[in-house]
């Protein structure tokens, strides 16, 4: 683990090794960009889960399929100052 790279760290943690699911947006608005939600076998979103520890944030500059399922893990992070959310 590196204290400098806490994101990639929980990534690794969470995802390293293992089988995962890729859900593609289609929503995205973009022909050159491409997003992704990523599921491990169990059904557990990690995209929901870097944002509930506050290792990631929304980006607020595009819509998407699962906007909302977002807002409250990231809420949820900022008001507990967890990750990037420190105050």
Do not use: C, H
């Not at 506050?54 to 100052?81: C, I, M, N, Y």
Request: overall charge positive.
């Amino acid at each position: 683990l590196t204290p400098d790279r806490p994101s990639r760290d929980l990534l690794r943690e969470l995802a390293l090794g293992k089988t995962v699911r890729l859900e593609y947006d289609l929503l995205l608005g973009s022909s050159r960009d491409v997003g992704a939600y990523v599921f491990l076998e169990d059904g557990t979103l990690l995209n929901a889960e870097m944002l509930k520890a506050g290792r990631a944030r929304l980006d607020l500059t595009r819509q998407f399929v699962r906007g909302r399922e977002f807002w409250s893990p990231q809420e949820e992070a900022k008001s507990a100052s967890l990750g990037i959310w420190i105050r």
